[in-house]
């Protein structure tokens, strides 16, 4: 008797916790859900992020915010993923942060497309590439920003994606590139024939 308990008390225990479980799930929009494949996998940082260091977070809108630079090719760990975010975490600093979805990204793109571009499996061949570039777009990578004369390539990997919604057009063609320094202040980058920075203006 006392067995037959037990046996019905840990199928209604595992019946619970399989309805919470689909209730977390039910509790994600689907474009969170068809993340959640990246829990407690490693990754790393394809370019800089520029996140907020005294709040641990970084945006998706990629605002080019100081005294948060996290280097690419940092190894990180995906540790949760939540409605509006995703944690992660840094392996060489154990520090944790929280990688935010804006709207205005979630309506522009894919939010798997987007992160695909930041947190990649393979650095090699990115290491590779990045040894291969001018000193100059070695010095803006290791700067965290974009120098006059940095080839587009540099730009991409020292300052990160611009957001999709401003830059709709094939990112390595066009002429100019949008970031924002925060909610409120632009700044433009355009580039000569040649695909090196021209101007610069924030």
Known sequence: MKRAVAVFAVIICAFFTCI?????????????????????????LAHNLHGDGARR?????????????????????????????????????????NYWFSGRTRLAVN?????????????????VQVTGLSELDQDGIYEGRALPGMSRTGVLIANGYPPEFANRKDIMKA???????????KIKISFNRQGNVATIVD
Not at 27 to 35: F, G, K, R, S, T
Not at 58 to 86: A, D, F, H, M, T
């Open 57 to 97: 977070k970084v945006y998706s809108v990629n605002y080019q915010l100081s005294g948060g630079l996290i280097p690419w090719g940092s190894e990180i760990q995906i540790v949760k993923i939540q409605r509006n975010y995703l944690s992660f975490r840094e392996v060489e600093t154990g520090l944790t942060w």
């Open 20 to 44: 919470a479980s689909a209730e977390a799930k039910g509790a994600l929009p689907a474009d969170a859900i068809a993340l959640l494949d990246m829990e407690g996998q490693s990754y790393y």
């Open 175 to 185: 002429r100019d590139w949008y970031y924002w320094q925060n909610r409120f202040d």
């Open 111 to 127: 939010l798997k497309d987007h992160l695909q571009r930041v947190f990649v499996r393979d650095i090699d061949i990115l290491r």
